[in-house]
């Protein structure tokens, strides 16, 4: 059973990893672009956040848990600085995502580019970048402690 939750974990890690690089893409399409079509592009970034980002955090997070709890119920393994690092880092850019990020995407994909919301979806839109930034910055820490990570 641990190999289907490590398949979980991975394709969920995917989802998590490449919503997030889609939306820093569509950060750099949005920069080009005339600020009249702003909301389609934070509407794309909104709709990656929901039906990408979040769900493949969430999970992520889950899978993680069990996983970890699972090893755990053994003890017959040993526990590295490694895999101490994936799950911490992986913990807070988990947490980063889910309540930084998630928020300010939602709010982002609710907000014009233009007239009086515009001081609210640039704000939303330099959280969302910020946050998205650093969920995305401690995801990859954890993929590399996740690498890095030998049994034994």
Same mark, same amino acid.
């Given at each position: 059973?641990?190999?289907?939750?490590?398949?979980?974990?991975?394709?969920?890690?995917?989802?998590?990893? @490449? &919503?997030? #690089?889609?939306?820093?893409? /569509?950060?750099?399409?949005?920069?080009? +672009?005339? *600020?009249?079509?702003?909301? !389609?592009?934070?509407?794309?970034?909104?709709?990656?956040?929901?039906?990408?980002?979040?769900?493949?955090?969430?999970?992520?997070?889950?899978?993680?848990?069990?996983?970890?709890?699972?090893?755990?119920?053994?003890?017959?393994?040993?526990?590295?600085?490694?895999?101490?690092?994936?799950?911490?880092?992986?913990?807070? @850019? &988990?947490? #980063?995502?889910?309540?930084? /990020?998630?928020?300010?995407?939602?709010? +982002?994909? *609710?907000?014009?580019?233009? !007239?009086?919301?515009?001081?609210?979806?640039?704000?939303?839109?330099?959280?969302?970048?910020?946050?998205?930034?650093?969920?995305?910055?401690?995801?990859?820490?954890?993929?590399?402690?996740?690498?890095?990570?030998?049994?034994?």
């Amino acid at each position: 059973m641990s190999g289907f939750w490590r398949v979980v974990h991975y394709v969920a890690f995917v989802a998590w990893i @490449g &919503g997030g #690089v889609g939306v820093i893409l /569509a950060e750099s399409v949005l920069r080009r +672009l005339d *600020r009249s079509l702003w909301g !389609g592009v934070a509407d794309v970034q909104a709709a990656l956040y929901r039906w990408l980002v979040g769900p493949g955090t969430i999970v992520t997070l889950v899978s993680g848990l069990i996983l970890t709890l699972r090893m755990y119920n053994g003890m017959s393994v040993s526990v590295g600085a490694w895999l101490g690092m994936m799950q911490l880092t992986g913990l807070l @850019g &988990g947490l #980063v995502t889910l309540l930084g /990020a998630m928020p300010a995407a939602g709010k +982002l994909g *609710r907000l014009e580019p233009h !007239g009086d919301s515009a001081a609210a979806f640039d704000a939303a839109r330099r959280r969302l970048a910020s946050t998205g930034l650093l969920g995305a910055v401690l995801a990859v820490l954890a993929l590399f402690a996740g690498a890095m990570y030998r049994i034994g």
